[in-house]
Structure formats: C-alpha cells, structure tokens
C-alpha cells in the first residue's frame, strides 16, 4: 500500500499555487509510472475522489480499481458558500479525533486555502466519472452531507457497473473516525475485483 500526500497537502510543501484535479492526476500518474507498480487500486477521499476519477479516466491503463470515498463535489452544490454549509452540518456531532485532524489540514491550508476550495468546486468530477471504466466503489458515510446519497447514485450512472456501499452512523470523516469498516468494505472489494 502506498499513500501519497499531493502538493500542499499532509506533509507535503505547498506549491506556489494550487494545483488543478487534473494537474494532481498527472502527477500521481507519474508518480506510479516512477514506481512500476501500476495498475493500482486507487482510493480518494473527499476531493481525493476528483483527483483519483481524473486519474482512472485519463490512465486507464494505471488504475485496476478506484474507491470514491466521500465524493465530493455534488453537482448541485456547486459553490464554496454551499459546500462549506455541507462541512459545517456534518461536524455537527462528529467525533473529536475528525476534528482535531479537520482543523489541523484547513489551518495548514494557510492563505492558500481558499484557492484550493476554489480549484476543487471548479472540477466537474461528473465529466470524468463518465470516461471511468474499471471497477468502482462508491463509499459513504450514511451522514454525510458532503456526499449525499442522490450525488453517489448520480456516480453510480456515469460508472458502469459501479457499485455503493454505506457504513452506518458516520459522516464525511469515515475513513478517519472509524477505518476498520471502511476498511473492511474496501477489502472486500479489493477481493472481487
């Protein structure tokens, strides 16, 4: 298992300005072109799930296999006004360890923050999710307003033979407050593909 902190990203130094989806994606693939391990299942939370549907439509030949977890962004919610109203509903009740790291990633976001908000609502994840076509897992938090169920369908018809999973009581932060059944529905994937 690899996993990759794009450019301004976790420990990754920020670039002098953000990068597009697209820009990320080919970065990755050079990235696994470097590697020799491709082709790969890839996973993508939250915009990663843009970044790794670019990456699928564009290399083919580098993707056995995607996981969209949490997808953002919903094609009818299309504005940073009204995705962050979709963060702030879902860290209502959300667990404190979510939180903690949720605060720390958009702190370390610095100044350009917005700007990276402004180059993922400008992607229309829809046009690649239509040019995806290896096996896919759609992955959600039943809570999870940044990922609404109509939206993961709506992915669900572009993807051939997609399929959605649900993990019960969790929000958009579900990879992180409760990885074991995440995890497990990934692995079970992972196994019949």
């Given amino acids: 298992m690899i996993g990759v902190d794009l450019p301004g ?28 391990e491709a082709p790969v299942i890839v996973i993508g939370h939250s915009m990663g799930s843009q970044i790794a549907a670019e990456l699928a439509a564009r290399h083919p030949e580098l993707v056995d296999a995607l996981v969209l977890a949490g997808p953002t962004v919903d094609s009818t919610a299309r504005s940073i006004r009204q995705q962050a109203l ?41 046009e690649a999710y239509a040019a995806v076509r290896c096996p896919t897992l759609v992955l959600r938090g039943e809570r999870d307003p940044m990922a609404p169920e109509d939206w993961c369908r709506e992915i669900l018809e572009a993807i051939p033979g997609s399929e959605l999973e649900t993990i ?12 074991a059944a995440a995890a497990t529905l990934i692995a079970a994937f992972s196994a019949r593909v």
């Fill in 9 to 36: 990203f976790g420990e990754a130094p920020e670039p002098a300005e953000p990068l597009s989806m697209r820009a990320h994606a080919e970065l990755l693939a050079d990235f696994l072109r470097s590697t020799g």
């Fill in 168 to 179: 019960p009581e969790h929000g958009h932060g579900t990879l992180i407050s409760d990885a």
């Fill in 86 to 126: 979709s963060l702030l509903r879902d860290l209502i009740g959300e667990r404190p360890k979510v939180l903690w790291r949720g605060a720390r990633e958009y702190l370390r976001g610095g100044p350009n923050l917005a700007k990276k908000m402004r180059a993922t609502i400008a992607h229309r994840p829809e």
